[in-house]
């Protein structure tokens, strides 16, 4: 029974995994540009940035790396995105690596 309810679960990620890669990709770009801009450009720390989190992305984890003055955005097992602030630009993401 319980390896029936196993390959239920794993044959349903497997059919939404493009809406559940794209909802990840998303989450972490969108979090780790309003995140570095919090941090960097507002003056905030990271950790009450952290309070301004849209609901529904309570699984984004934040990492901040001071001396290049970035913020890296996590979606378990899915996605990841950094986005740096830049002196006359503010926060830009890197390019994503596929």
């Known amino acids: 029974m319980l390896a029936l309810i196993a390959l239920a679960l794993g044959g349903a ?3 939404f995994r493009a809406p559940i ?3 990840g990709t998303t989450a972490s770009a969108y979090s ?7 941090r960097y450009v507002a ?5 009450d940035c952290g309070k301004d989190k849209l609901a529904g992305m309570e ?9 290049a003055k970035s913020v890296t955005a996590r ?7 950094t986005a740096t602030y830049r002196e006359g630009y503010g ?8």
């Not at 699984?59 to 001396?67: M, P, Q």
């Open 32 to 38: 780790a540009r309003v995140a570095c801009s919090c």
């Open 75 to 81: 979606f378990p097992l899915v996605a990841e995105a």
């Open 91 to 98: 926060c830009v993401l890197e390019p994503w690596e596929e």
């Open 13 to 15: 990620v497997w059919a």
């Open 59 to 67: 699984a984004v984890t934040l990492v901040e790396d001071v001396e």
């Open 21 to 23: 890669t794209g909802y």
């Open 43 to 47: 003056g905030r720390s990271l950790e």
